[in-house]
């Protein structure tokens, strides 16, 4: 099926592929974030990166660039890289949601391998992951090889947001950020109350960087989230990895569970 854009008499409007959403976009607000996991990016940053300055950002998958906008109105003049190598998609929302006057957003039609591995080194302050394949994160974009081109491209400080899913225990994420973990000593994670107590498949997005992460700012903004949402401090995540004794994955990793419906997932 050929992508398409659903508009809603808010006046947003949203991104389909495959039958299923991709993004949701408020050309007239670009602040308004209607999915959970796409608030969560948002708070990280509200977090950690409160200074209105210029934050040079690389994305893994783009569809609707639904947080490039927000980064734009947010960190005006920030340089920005969006990795989407779905052409026809990018040209529909290109003609029927113009990026806005004055960006500096540049996507390219690359597959987040090909186009990380030719980022210069320390080249991202800020890293976003957020790429699925049939609901999925694929395996190529969850082993040792690709933490290791990430830890490459970010910044000494810099950020590394991943959108996971899993199913309820979260062991695949559990494996995942045990993997981040071996390039970026700090892995914690924003995800959703009813999915960290196991009631639900649902996303989580993994926040990863060189440099500890302020616990008390980021606990403090969960709260505040739209949706009931909790950190999980790195040192927690990682403890309670080693008591499960869970175990990276190898150089190339294993695809996440397959969700029992892909049409929340992968939304941008």
Known sequence: MQPEIVRDERGGATVMLDGHPQSYVDLDDPELLVFEYVEQFATVLEALRPDPAPLATTHVGGAGMTLARWIHRRHPGSPQIVLEPDTALTELVRRELPLPRGHRIRVRP????????????????????????????????????????LARVLAPGGLLLVNAADRPGLRWVARLGATLHTQLPHVGQLVLREVDKGKRFGNVVL????APLDDVTLTRTAARATFPTRWRPAAEVTAAARRAGVQPFGEVGEPSPAPPDTGRLGLR
């Open 110 to 149: 690359q597959t987040g391998q090909e186009g990380v591995a030719g980022l210069r080194d320390d080249s991202a302050e800020v890293v976003v992951v957020d790429a699925f394949q049939d609901g999925q994160v694929p395996g190529e974009l969850a082993g040792q090889a690709w933490a290791r081109e």
């Open 207 to 210: 926040v990863c960087s060189s």
